[in-house]
């Protein structure tokens, strides 16, 4: 008689009635068939209300069309202690190797004519008045171009993360997402462009200690407006991409960090060019023009820092996130040391063409992973929880590339991206004759053996470093993608270099690798 108003009061109290009965008391150990109704039935025949409660990370989960949580599950149920529960079920929200590959080719292969095309354009460049006559700028390439890839994946990571955990699912949340990482993005990129200058004239003065204050603020002006605009422009683009993987059901982890790193370096690069060319020109009949134009951009800086300070998802990066960029940097002007000593050789100047495109592929592919664990461990709490999902030593090889969860199905799809992708790619490089290299069979087998070291230790040091920043209260979208394309670049530019000596001394001449 009383189940009626029992009934109302269930509903207006917003699912607070008893009995609560678990998932797994309601489903068949597959949870392929529900209990019987009868099971239910009190004593004296009346029925009982049910209630199933879910949490917050499973509703997040199941309106998600790509979870990434193969064993979700189990990250829900680690509370649970019982000793008699029967096998864990797998989710039925997952990732195949073939679905994987198929989310990460296309972006995969758009990053990486990214790479070519800014090995390209970089081969160009080179020869212009203000790369002759203003060498600091050459020097500034590497670090600018790193540290610009490194604010945009990170960008792209947490936005990405943010995504599937369901922060944009409201416009509200959206528009709070996207002011608040706008503005954090335009305050870094100030900051980076201003060290990036500073890098760049220390070490274009340490070789022949000749310094000049009208080439130093040229450099300032054309890297912090260079940085500002890519940032604005970069920072748009990856919105759009993610909001509209959303909406096409594709995971955004798989597709935004490979067109942030390709479009980064195309963008950066052409920017930078244009720019100091520009302002080169006018360095003889209006020298304020640079001094100008620099301080207009650090002006700019106190709004940006107001806007982010007020969300909170980006006021703790804004205070804490400049350590992993500015290692970062450093670790790349070593790589850029590398590559500046190598061409300098006439024997090794064809080697330029190539250094964006390995690098560049390397920290893609890297980026997608460190991504994807991301996301995967923020899906199962806040960093420094779940200490069950975040060990912190080292893991061992086979269960970094060999076990049967998500993580380590996508490490095998991405290493075996590889040796086809880089075919391709220096089959463009090639064909429109970039670095006047011709490839012989033994020039691919060194080169394919540098890229594929390269990408099996960087998905080694992710698989690592997210889970033990994660383990230490650390978020890995603003702290392990800087460090992992940092060290992208310089095992990268190392192994390429190593590869082209080894040609030389080994007398592949038919490489052309010194033309």
């Not at 004593?43 to 309106?63: F, I, P």
């Not at 006021?315 to 670790?331: C, D, F, K, N, T």
């Not at 964006?356 to 991504?371: E, K, T």
Request: aromatic share 8%.
């Amino acid at each position: 008689m009383s189940s009626k108003p029992e009934q109302k009061e269930t509903q207006q109290a917003n699912g607070a009635v008893l009995p609560i009965v678990p998932m797994d008391c309601l489903t068949s150990p597959d949870r392929g068939q529900l209990v019987e109704p009868s099971d239910f039935l009190g004593s004296d025949g009346d029925g009982l209300e049910v209630v199933v409660l879910e949490s917050r990370a499973n509703a997040k989960g199941v309106r998600e069309e790509d979870a990434l949580l193969e064993n979700g599950s189990q990250s829900n149920e680690s509370d649970d202690t019982s000793t008699d529960r029967g096998p864990e079920p797998a989710s039925p929200l997952k990732e195949t190797s073939f679905s994987i590959g198929l989310q990460v080719l296309f972006p995969f292969l758009l990053a990486g004519f990214g790479t070519v095309a800014a090995g390209m354009v970089l081969d160009i460049v080179q020869h212009w008045d203000v790369f002759k006559y203003v060498t600091e700028v050459f020097i500034l390439v590497p670090a600018l171009l790193g540290l610009k890839g490194n604010l945009e994946m990170t960008l792209a990571s947490r936005l990405s993360t943010a995504a599937n955990i369901g922060q944009m699912d409201t416009p509200k949340e959206l528009w709070r997402m996207i002011t608040g990482n706008m503005a954090l993005i335009q305050v870094q990129a100030t900051v980076v462009g201003f060290l990036a200058s500073i890098a760049a004239v220390i070490f274009g003065w340490i070789p022949d200690g000749h310094f000049s204050i009208d080439h130093a603020v040229l450099l300032c002006a054309s890297s912090v407006a260079t940085a500002f605009i890519a940032s604005l422009v970069l920072g748009m683009i990856m919105i759009g991409v993610i909001i509209g993987s959303r909406k096409m059901g594709i995971n955004p982890d798989n597709v935004a960090t490979p067109i942030a790193a390709s479009l980064g370096d195309l963008i950066t690069l052409a920017l930078l060019s244009g720019i100091s060319w520009g302002l080169y020109k006018e360095l003889e009949s209006k020298a304020y023009v640079n001094p100008l134009v620099c301080a207009f951009f650090i002006a700019l800086l106190p709004i940006w820092i107001i806007v982010a300070k007020k969300n909170a998802a980006t006021r703790e990066v804004l205070y804490s996130g400049w350590e992993p960029v500015i290692i970062a940097m450093a670790i790349s002007s070593v790589g850029g040391l590398i590559l500046d000593r190598t061409v300098s050789d006439p024997n090794f100047a064809g080697m330029a063409v190539f250094t964006p495109v390995i690098n560049g592929v390397g920290g893609n592919l890297v980026a997608v992973q460190a991504s994807r664990i991301s996301t995967y461990l923020h899906m199962s709490g806040m960093p420094g929880d779940g200490s069950e999902t975040a060990p912190r030593k080292c893991p061992s090889p086979c269960s970094t590339f060999f076990s049967s969860d998500v993580n380590s199905r996508s490490a095998r799809v991405l290493f075996l991206l590889v040796v086809p992708g880089h075919l391709v790619f220096l089959y463009t490089i090639s064909s429109m004759q970039g670095g006047h290299t011709t490839l012989t069979l033994i020039f691919i087998v060194f080169y394919m053996t540098a890229a594929l070291l390269q990408v099996l230790i960087l998905l080694y040091i992710a698989d690592w470093m997210v889970h033990w920043m994660w383990g230490r209260d650390l978020d890995p979208d603003n702290f392990s993608i800087p460090y992992l394309t940092a060290l992208g670049d310089l095992i990268g530019t190392g192994l390429l270099a190593l590869s082209f000596h080894v040609l030389w001394l080994i007398g592949d001449r038919d490489s052309d690798v010194g033309d």
